[in-house]
């Protein structure tokens, strides 16, 4: 696909999804250090799991760097038993609040104000930070366009036919990066309706029929016994 038949369609996919759902408004939280502790605990669960665990935090005032540095790790683990791996992601959140305090004195607006690619760098330095994790603090806490790819945005993606499924992450991330312009709230709100699409519609079992995308969709088509012919009438 060219790239401007690729943009074409990125951008076709996001309006549509957009007239769908509306808005998504994300990250719910109520701070950026929240956000950050919040992409970290959502690693591997669902995010009712998360929202016990980050009320547990602030529910005992441990919702801040140092606060969770002088928390003993078995607390902290316990406070975010809630959102699973909860040992490891204890491990986690002290990780990213040592370098926090060490490097930047406890200053979220300090860490992000460098060029992006060195603070992605930094980020995935990180014991615990990886390329998704890395990309929901670049753009939900850092409000920079860094696009989110997650197993959702690859099922979607895949069965509408613009990857194969099997792209490493960064393969998969450029294909927004190169054909959609560099404005963070496209990103946040993009890789949102994707979620929310993969969640509702788009589900391991897809619910093709109805489905806003139907129209672009080879997978959808053959589900539903369109033709070809019929894809995008
Ligand atoms: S038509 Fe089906 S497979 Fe295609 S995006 Fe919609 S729900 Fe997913």
Known sequence: ??????????????SLLYQRYGPQHWWPSDSRFET???????????????????ANLKAAGAMSPARIRETAQDELATLIRPSGYFNTK???LKAFADVLGQRHHD?????????????????????????ETADDIMVYAAHLPSFVIDSYTVRVLARLGVISG????HAVQALFHDSLPPDAGLFNEYHALLDRHAKETCRKL???????????????????????????E
């Not at 502790?37 to 959502?42: F, N, Q, S």
């Open 1 to 14: 696909m060219d790239e401007h038949t690729l943009a074409d369609l990125l951008t076709q996919i996001y």
């Open 107 to 131: 200053d979220l607006d300090h860490l992000f104000d460098q060029e992006p690619g060195a603070l992605r760098r930094e980020l995935l330095a990180i014991y615990g930070i990886g390329e």
């Open 90 to 92: 204890a491990r986690k």
């Open 36 to 54: 950050i502790v919040g992409a970290i605990l959502t690693q591997n669960t669902a995010w009712r799991n998360v929202e016990r665990a980050l």
């Open 166 to 169: 099997k792209q490493p992450y």
């Open 206 to 232: 897809p619910l093709c029929r109805g489905c806003c995308l139907l129209g672009l969709c080879p997978t959808g088509a053959a589900a539903v016994g369109l033709s070809s012919g019929d894809l995008n």
